[in-house]
Each structure stands twice: as structure tokens, then as C-alpha cells.
Nanobody, 121 residues
Framework: QVQLVESGGGLVQAGGSLRLSCAGS????????MGWFRQAPGKEREFVAA????????YYADSVKGRFTISRDNAKNTVYLQMNSLKPEDTAVYYC??????????????WGQGTQVTVSS
């Protein structure tokens, strides 16, 4: 079982950047596919990005493709989400998620507590 703790959220102006981090507990972090989801007020939680357990084959929601980059450092048990060219519609609580195995499921088994990202216009 893995425990996830996000950090790096905050308030930023439109066009700015933020980097989110998600630290995972345990010695088997490299056995987990990792990803990010987000939930805006009044909306359902949606997929943002994911990366395989080895760090290859990242994939993204169309709404963030070309602006966001997911990466991981298994030596540090951490996954990152670099967010550039932020838009007000990116405002949401961002959640880190994990599944054991090479690929993240549509409904991951493990979740962090979330970190707020607010983009002002």
C-alpha cells in the first residue's frame, strides 16, 4: 500500500506556471503507475495526466496536452506535474493517484488528499 502527499499548489496569474509534487511512501514506489486528476467546484473529478511505473509512456488529457508535463523520480519516490501557460479553467483541487502495476486505471486505488490550484484572470 502506498500513501501519497501532494504539495506545490497555490495562486498564480493566467499564463504563469506551477509545479506540483506528490511524494509516495514505501520502498515499492517504482511498482506503481502514477497520475494526476483534478476536480473543479461543481464538477466531477477528471483525469489530467499519468505515467507508467518506469517513467515512460506519459499520457495527457486533451485539455492540458502541450502545457502540462508529468514526470517521476523513483529514487525520490516522487511524481511531478509541471503546469505551464495556466488558464483560469485549470483552477481545481489536484489529486495525485496511484495503482500498482504498469498503467494507471480509470479509477485508481490510491489517492492523495489534494492540493488547491487557483489561476486568476
Amino acid at each position: 500500500q502506498v500513501q501519497l502527499v501532494e504539495s506545490g499548489g497555490g495562486l498564480v496569474q493566467a499564463g504563469g506556471s506551477l509545479r506540483l509534487s506528490c511524494a509516495g511512501s514505501g520502498r515499492t514506489f517504482s511498482s506503481y503507475a502514477m497520475g494526476w486528476f483534478r476536480q473543479a467546484p461543481g464538477k466531477e473529478r477528471e483525469f489530467v495526466a499519468a505515467i507508467s511505473w518506469s517513467g515512460g509512456i506519459p499520457y495527457y488529457a486533451d485539455s492540458v496536452k502541450g502545457r502540462f508535463t508529468i514526470s517521476r523520480d523513483n529514487a525520490k519516490n516522487t511524481v511531478y506535474l509541471q503546469m505551464n501557460s495556466l488558464k483560469p479553467e485549470d483552477t481545481a483541487v489536484y489529486y495525485c493517484a496511484a495503482d500498482i502495476g504498469p498503467r494507471l486505471k480509470r479509477r485508481p486505488d490510491y489517492w492523495g488528499q489534494g492540493t488547491q490550484v487557483t489561476v486568476s484572470s
